[in-house]
């Protein structure tokens, strides 16, 4: 019964098309797109046991590269169904961009997520693929065995019309990816199925909604909230990234970074609200981050891989 409700709820939005026809790039990092995902537990009798929400807003610079802002927040529902009511504020969670001449999107994770690492630029997606091709360059297949692209068409999801690329792993189906979209997994969560008794979960991707007007969140147009000064990646390699807030200012402010010892070893005064602080030259270890907002001092640990 489980999962044939589940089956009627997915078929409300997902109304695959088995047919190949020609178009141009859906790009994926588009302001005001929402994804909503939904973890199940299998061995419960309820379809959903835990909701988060994607929340596509707002560009950055990293390297001279344009990327989209993803932030993310949970939710949780009365009857696991729509509507769905938010439970934590937005953070900022990761940065998209789409490759639209290789038909490819990238992202750099502000958190490492299971098999895909934080502060880099990551190829999450793979949409030049054909059938017999192998998606094992992905970051959402990493750690799950071969992926070969099957079937290629094009189908209505979410009540978009794009193309789909069904994935298919070394003992079932894992998915299927959608262009502009996303993935039947979600957005940036790994692509397996359940197979057997060993997996108790699966993951989903149950709703997408352009333009932030998404009928299945309560207040879904209220925007995130203006977020403090951010430091990222942590752990560092080469560059730090110190994005301050878009509402406020930065004329007379001022970073400042230590080493361990408390000695002062490199500053500079913003120039836009977007800094990048070489450390390819520093030893590992761990350092202080002080920036002024031209009121008050934030400090932020730092660590040097």
């Given at each position: ?14 109304l ?17 797109a ?28 990293v ?50 997520q ?18 017999g ?6 970051c ?13 068409g ?6 978009i ?42 993951v ?31 752990p560092a ?69």
């Open positions: 019964m489980k999962k044939f409700l589940l089956s009627i709820t997915l078929a409300m939005v997902l695959p098309c088995k047919f190949i026809t020609a178009q141009d790039y859906r790009p994926m990092a588009v302001d005001s929402q994804w909503i995902v939904q973890k199940d537990d299998i061995q419960t009798p309820w379809i959903g046991d835990d909701f988060w929400e994607y929340y596509a807003l707002g560009d950055t610079l390297d001279e590269t344009l990327y989209k802002k993803i932030y993310k927040r949970d939710l949780e529902t009365d009857n696991h169904y729509p509507p769905y009511y938010a439970v934590s504020p937005y953070t900022l969670f990761a940065l998209l961009r789409d490759d639209i001449a290789a038909k490819r999107v990238y992202a750099i994770l502000l958190e490492s299971e098999e895909c690492p934080a502060g880099e630029d990551v190829l999450f997606y793979d949409f030049s693929l054909s059938t091709d192998t998606a094992n360059q992905l959402i297949t990493s750690g799950i065995g071969d992926v070969i692209i099957g079937e290629v094009v189908g209505v999801f979410f009540g019309s794009t193309r789909f690329f069904e994935a298919q792993g070394a003992y079932s189906p894992q998915g299927e990816l959608y262009e502009g979209i996303g993935s039947s997994h979600g957005l940036f969560e790994l692509m397996f199925t359940p197979f057997k008794s060993r997996y108790i979960f699966e989903s991707l149950i709703f997408y909604c352009t333009k932030g007007d998404c009928p299945y969140i309560v207040s879904s147009n209220t925007m995130p909230a203006p977020i403090g000064t951010l430091v990222y990646p942590n390699k080469n560059l730090i990234y110190v994005e301050m807030p878009e509402n406020g200012r930065f004329e007379n402010s001022k970073i400042e970074l230590y080493n361990i010892e408390g000695r002062l070893i490199y500053h500079t005064t913003p120039v836009s609200f977007s800094t990048q602080i070489p450390v390819q030259n520093l030893s590992s270890g761990l350092y202080l981050l002080r920036v002024w907002d031209g009121s008050k001092w934030a400090g932020s640990k730092v660590v040097k891989e």
